[in-house]
C-alpha cells in the first residue's frame, strides 16, 4: 500500500508538471560564456560581435544569442564577470559543431582577435531550460539564483505552482527553471531566473510577489530541499537570430 501511495503521489506530480508547463521544449539546450571584458575595449568586443552576427554566414546559425552586461554582483560564485554570451538552441542538434571558434571569416577573425585582446573567459556552462518561454527574452532585465537542489521533484512542483500563480496576476513578471548540465559552479544544480521589462518594473514585481502567499508556500516547501549559492543581475544589451 506505501509502495502503491507513492506511485500515486508521482504519477500526480509528473500530471501537475506535464499539464501546466505549456512551453516546455525538453530537447533545448543552452551555452553560456561567462567573460570578464576589459573596460577599455568594450566597445571594440561589442563591434565585432556585431559585425559576425550581422553576417550573411551568421544568419544561417541555429541559435538565438543574447549579449548580457552583468549587474550587482561582478562575482558569479567566485568569478569576476562583466558580460555573458548565451547561445540558445532548440535541440542538441544546435550543437553539434559547438567548440570550434568563430569561422574564419573577415567578421571571425576580428571577433577572434578582440576577444583575444580584451576578453578573458572565466567559465562555460551548458544547460538546458525546464520551464521557459523564448518569448521571455524579450524582457531587458533578469535575476538569477545559483541553487542546489535536493530534491527536484519536489522543487518542480513547488515551482510550478508559483509560476501558476504568476501568471494568473497583474505582475509583469516571468519566472524560469533550467538545469546546469555542465560547467557550473560547484554544487549549483539549478538555476532560478525572474525577468522582466527593465529594473523599476523588477522591482515592482518583486514586492509584490515577496509578499503573496504563494511565495510564502514556495519558500516554505523548498528551503529544507534547495540552497541558494548565489545570486546577480543581467541586462540584455543586445539580441541576434531572435525571430
Known amino acids: 500500500k506505501l509502495i502503491l501511495k507513492k506511485m500515486k503521489k508521482l504519477l500526480i506530480i509528473l500530471s501537475i508538471l506535464l499539464t501546466s508547463i505549456s512551453n516546455l521544449n525538453a530537447q533545448a539546450y543552452w551555452a553560456c560564456l561567462n567573460m570578464q571584458v576589459d573596460p577599455e575595449g568594450q566597445e571594440q568586443v561589442v563591434e565585432a560581435i556585431e559585425n559576425l552576427m550581422g553576417s550573411d554566414l551568421f544568419s544561417q546559425a541555429p541559435w538565438s544569442v543574447t549579449l548580457n552586461e552583468v549587474q550587482f554582483n561582478s562575482k558569479i560564485g567566485n568569478l569576476e564577470v562583466t558580460h555573458q554570451l548565451c547561445f540558445l538552441g532548440e535541440s542538441s542538434d544546435a550543437f553539434a559543431f559547438w567548440g570550434q571558434g568563430p569561422p574564419p571569416s573577415v567578421e571571425g577573425i576580428m571577433l577572434f582577435n578582440a576577444l583575444n585582446k580584451y576578453v578573458d573567459f572565466e567559465q562555460s556552462i551548458l544547460g538546458s531550460p525546464l520551464i521557459f518561454d523564448p518569448n521571455n527574452l524579450n524582457s531587458n532585465f533578469a535575476g538569477v539564483w545559483g541553487i542546489n537542489v535536493k530534491d527536484p521533484l519536489t522543487y518542480a512542483k513547488e515551482f510550478v505552482k508559483l509560476k501558476n500563480f504568476i501568471d494568473s496576476s497583474d505582475s509583469s513578471g516571468t519566472f524560469e527553471l533550467h538545469e546546469a548540465i555542465l560547467g557550473a559552479q560547484p554544487g549549483v544544480t539549478h538555476y532560478f531566473v525572474a525577468r522582466s521589462e527593465n529594473l523599476k518594473s523588477w522591482l515592482d514585481s518583486r514586492n509584490q510577489i515577496v509578499n503573496s502567499k504563494a511565495f510564502q508556500s514556495f519558500f516554505a516547501n ?22
Do not use: H, Q
Open 222 to 243: 523548498t528551503r529544507e530541499v534547495s540552497e541558494t549559492l548565489f545570486n546577480f543581475g543581467v541586462r540584455i544589451v543586445k539580441r541576434y537570430n531572435m525571430d
